[in-house]
């Protein structure tokens, strides 16, 4: 069972820990989903890969998912066991012919595909059902993004037009998707890609049940990042622009900027070298995106709340042996940071736990749940 905790100091006092935890803020994903379907004029579907942990699961149910984004099996069966009844929508471009089936015995109706391939095999695993609804991934720019993701999936504007083609012949409806790319900064992307879906749709000349326009919506890491109502303003503006008697489902996908708020991650200093201090979690645990996203994360060392202290940057290393464990930065900490004492990341919920590895032997971090109502955004 996950112990309960009002904050992470409790946590420390309780616990006397030795290893990294993670700090499930669960209150904070059900308010993050609450917002993003009070905000979004149509239907948010989570995309689960980005953290699949069930206490999130179950917390952004509470704030109102209904539907889910997933790409396997496993993220299937992660969904119905929190919500029997979720509607899942299988957004991975390319699956397994036995997974298409075994989605689609389960009640799955939506599949992407970004190629005649895969529509054929998502065609030949579902029984002949008409109903089900391939998804075209296209491709859009993937500028602003921090993690760019049109050099693996999506299919170009005169191939896409084809496709609907092809789709429509064999008797289907057919849904439209992209992805701007994660952690996307430039709030102009979506109303750009929506403008590329609808102009495929209409020299297709057949509308389309699902224009979904993915995730992408980037957390608040330093507060400037645009805010999800700003992003999906656009989207809207572009739809309503092209598409005006739009009767079908507009739908986004948002990953990271629901999960994020939903974690963060307390480790120990074990060593100080100079300006590196090497951690108890680093790059092949929970930490991951700390090398790719260098200094963003908000960070605090535990013990100093109303002792304003002088701060200086730091490197993070990770616990194992290998020298890509390191995260740059800068971090900005108390100057007389030391062997002992424990930092808290915040903002750590997505693209964390799913990451963990077991290299070196280092046992994944044991989860707490932190009750505090508290703004999970600290003072840098
Ligand atoms: C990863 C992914 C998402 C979520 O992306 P975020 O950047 O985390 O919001 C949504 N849809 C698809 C198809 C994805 O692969």
Known sequence: MIHRFSGAEAVLSALRPTDPLLLLRTGAATAAARDAIRTFPGTVAYAVKVCDHPEVLRALAAGGVREWDVASIHEINAVRAVQPNAVLHYMNPVKSREHIAEAYDMGVRNFAFDCQAELRK??????????????????VPNDGARFPLDTKFGCPEDEAVRLIGLAVAMGYRYGLTFHVGSQCEDASAWEIATTMACRTAQRAGVTPEVIDIGGGFPTQFRGTEPDFATCIAG??????????????????????????????????????????????????????????????????????????????????????????????????????????????????????????????????????????????????
């Not at 998502?122 to 491709?139: F, K, Q, S």
Request: hydrophobic share 45%.
């Open 235 to 380: 989207a809207k503006r572009a739809l309503d622009r092209a598409m005006p008697d739009f009767r079908g489902t507009f739908q986004c996908e948002p990953g990271r900027v629901l999960a994020a708020p939903s974690a963060s991650v307390l480790v120990r200093v074990e060593l100080r070298k100079e300006g590196a201090l090497f951690l108890n979690d680093g790059y092949y645990g929970l930490l991951t995106e700390l090398k790719w996203m260098t200094g963003v994360h908000p960070v605090r060392r535990l013990g100093d709340e109303g002792h304003p202290a002088k701060l200086a940057p730091f490197a993070f290393y990770g616990p194992t042996c290998d020298s890509v464990d390191a995260m740059d930065g800068p971090y900005w900490l108390p100057a007389d940071t030391d062997e002992g004492d424990w930092i808290e990341v915040s903002l750590m919920g997505a693209y964390s736990t799913v990451l963990v590895t077991k290299f070196n032997g280092f046992p994944e971090a044991r989860a707490v749940i932190i009750d505090a109502a508290e703004d999970v955004r600290l003072a840098a």
């Open 122 to 139: 998502i065609a030949e695993c579902t029984r002949g059902d008409r109903g089900v609804l391939p998804v075209l991934r296209l491709t």
